[in-house]
Nanobody, 114 residues
Framework: QVQLVESGGGLVQAGGSLRLSCRAS????????MGWFRQAPGKQRELVAT???????NYAESVKGRFTISGGNARNIVYLQMNSLKPEDTAVYYC????????WGQGTQVTVSS
């Protein structure tokens, strides 16, 4: 059974940093792309950042210059370094792995206090 397990969420003050990690298990293939999405209360899930197996990255405009995605290689591990966090970054962050179908983690809560 494929599992994506996130870690690293928590409570941080505005301006602080957090590093999210996601590790996939139970698979015999490498994802074409891995990434992070987030969902704040009352809002739709939105893309944060993705990284392809070749290392190409894509970021939401709202996080460019503050967040850095890495990993996404054959080890099926992906990280999200989040700096200069803002209260509006508060959300549940979901790890994503894409192959022929999408795979999702259970989510990890990130709360940024003002």
């Amino acid at each position: 059974q494929v599992q994506l397990v996130e870690s690293g969420g928590g409570l941080v003050q505005a301006g602080g940093s957090l590093r999210l990690s996601c590790r996939a298990s139970g698979i015999s293939f490498s994802f074409n792309v891995m990434g992070w999405f987030r969902q704040a209360p009352g809002k739709q899930r939105e893309l944060v950042a993705t990284i392809s197996s070749s290392g190409s990255t894509n970021y939401a405009e709202s996080v460019k210059g503050r967040f850095t995605i890495s990993g996404g290689n054959a080890r099926n591990i992906v990280y999200l370094q989040m700096n200069s966090l803002k209260p509006e970054d508060t959300a549940v962050y979901y790890c994503y792995g894409g192959k022929t179908i999408p795979y999702w983690g259970q989510g990890t809560q990130v709360t940024v206090s003002s």
